[in-house]
């Protein structure tokens, strides 16, 4: 368990995390230019079928660098809120690199697609009346069910029998009625059945199950696969990779067919939002208390569920790794320790019963992969500080990317 992770992609480069946390604060999300560029050309040519793109679905991490950088890789984007595709536009994406797959939304919220030429996904009848009442005569996506989902908690699983989410499969004929109704065209069909799967089965299911459903529809210029491509949160352990190239064999001959079948090379897209980005990012904290309570070590830390949400919300796992503030100190004991953060809440828990190198105070704690779902979860909860956020760049400099709030920023909306 030797800081696996950032000495084998040397993620901080000629930076230490200490060296990083006294230069920039503490807690401190670190994310690593080169990692990042990688996930962004894996999943670019994940699909060999020649008219594809990556949607980079930016509620993983809207980091306006990292925008950028996406951009600069090659990457369209998925979008669910105006704010979104406001920071998209800034970025520098076009609007019709933009795909906003939006869910319940106001007549504002869609207006503000319309009027600036995003493509808009919608996934309800009453919405798509909606539509079209908005944009008669326009160009629109429609997001199916495919009736299966998949996802690391049932909070993520956006398809199937049990979520809010897309239009029943056999709607088909009432939404074909909506269209011609309001003289709508539909280009684009989509769908996500959830996020993180590591095995490709369920994913290729519902490719075949969106297929067919495309296939009742004439005018469609793109059919939008969706994300949920999983990363390998538990490397200490040596879990494997998704199997890109295995999903790639699937995938291509069963769109290529389709194609023909269909009698049009139309754009298939893809939508991953963590892969893309969840491994170029590590969350840096401060250790500032041991102790026992009641039989059970607690390593107190800067590291609250303000600042990453995800283990509190769905139990999920980050490895971690252990920077020792005296370098010459290495840890050779483990201890087992419960991980928490500095919010007044009980469930404020990073890691439960976890064995780490012996910790102490002032010691830096890395939480690994954490660049999906983390900053852009983050909160003020308890008026707490979001974190800072810098980039280390391909040649080893180092940039802040997002300053850390200050108590200003707290007072900003009141009036
Ligand atoms: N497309 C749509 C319509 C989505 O709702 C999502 C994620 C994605 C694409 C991207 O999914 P990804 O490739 O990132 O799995 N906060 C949770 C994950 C929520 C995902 C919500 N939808 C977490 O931290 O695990």
């Not at 996934?123 to 299966?148: C, E, I, M």
């Not at 994300?227 to 001959?253: C, N, S, V, W």
């Not at 769905?314 to 087992?336: G, L, T, W």
């Not at 810098?390 to 180092?398: A, I, P, T, Y």
Request: glycine letters at 10%; hydrophobic letters at 40%; proline letters at 3%.
């Amino acid at each position: 368990m030797d800081n696996y992770f950032t000495v084998q992609t040397n993620f901080f480069g000629e930076n230490t995390a200490a060296g990083l946390v006294e230069r920039f604060g503490s807690p401190l999300y670190v994310y690593n230019e080169a990692i990042l560029r990688k996930r962004c050309r894996e999943m670019a040519g994940l699909i060999s079928y020649p008219n594809f793109k990556a949607n980079y679905s930016i509620k993983a991490n809207s980091n306006l660098e990292i925008l950028k950088i996406a951009r600069q890789e090659g990457l369209m984007a998925d979008a669910m809120s105006p704010g979104e595709i406001h920071v998209l536009l800034a970025a520098g994406f076009r609007p019709e690199e933009i795909f906003y797959i939006s869910n319940n939304v106001s007549e504002e919220e869609m207006r503000f697609a319309i009027d600036r030429g995003i493509c808009v996904s919608i996934d309800s009848l009453s919405q798509l009346k909606q539509y079209g009442r908005l944009n008669p005569g326009g160009k629109v996506a429609v997001r199916f069910n495919p009736g299966v989902g998949a996802g690391h908690h049932e909070k993520v699983v956006t398809a199937g029998k049990k979520t809010k989410f897309g239009i029943n499969l056999d709607l088909v004929s009432e939404v074909k009625r909506i269209l011609r109704e309001y003289n709508l065209k539909l280009v684009g069909v989509n769908q996500h059945i959830g996020s993180l799967f590591m095995e490709g089965s369920a994913y290729v299911e519902s490719v075949k199950s969106i297929l067919s459903t495309a296939e009742q529809f004439e005018s469609l210029e793109f059919v939008d696969l969706g994300g949920g491509f999983g990363i390998p949160y538990h490397k200490q352990e040596g879990q494997a990779r998704l199997d890109l190239k295995e999903l790639d064999q699937k995938l291509t001959p069963l769109i290529t067919q389709w194609t023909q079948k269909y009698g049009k090379n139309v754009l298939i897209k893809i939508e991953p939002g963590r892969y893309i980005v969840a491994e170029c990012g590590v969350l840096l904290g401060t250790v500032h208390a041991v102790k026992q309570n009641y039989g059970i070590t607690y390593v107190g830390t800067d590291l609250g569920f303000n600042v990453l949400a995800r283990p509190v919300m769905y139990d999920s796992h980050h490895d971690i790794e252990v920077y020792k503030k005296d370098p010459s100190k290495k840890a050779n004991e483990f201890m087992e320790v419960t991980v928490v953060g500095n919010i007044c809440e009980s469930g404020d828990i990073v890691a439960r019963g976890r064995l780490l190198p012996a910790v102490e105070e002032g010691d830096i704690l890395g939480i690994m992969d954490a660049g999906a779902y983390g900053y852009s979860m983050s909160s003020n909860y308890n008026n707490r500080l979001r974190p800072a956020e810098v980039l280390v760049r391909e040649d080893g400099s180092v940039a802040v990317i997002r300053r850390r709030d200050t108590l200003e920023d707290l007072m900003r909306n009141f009036v």
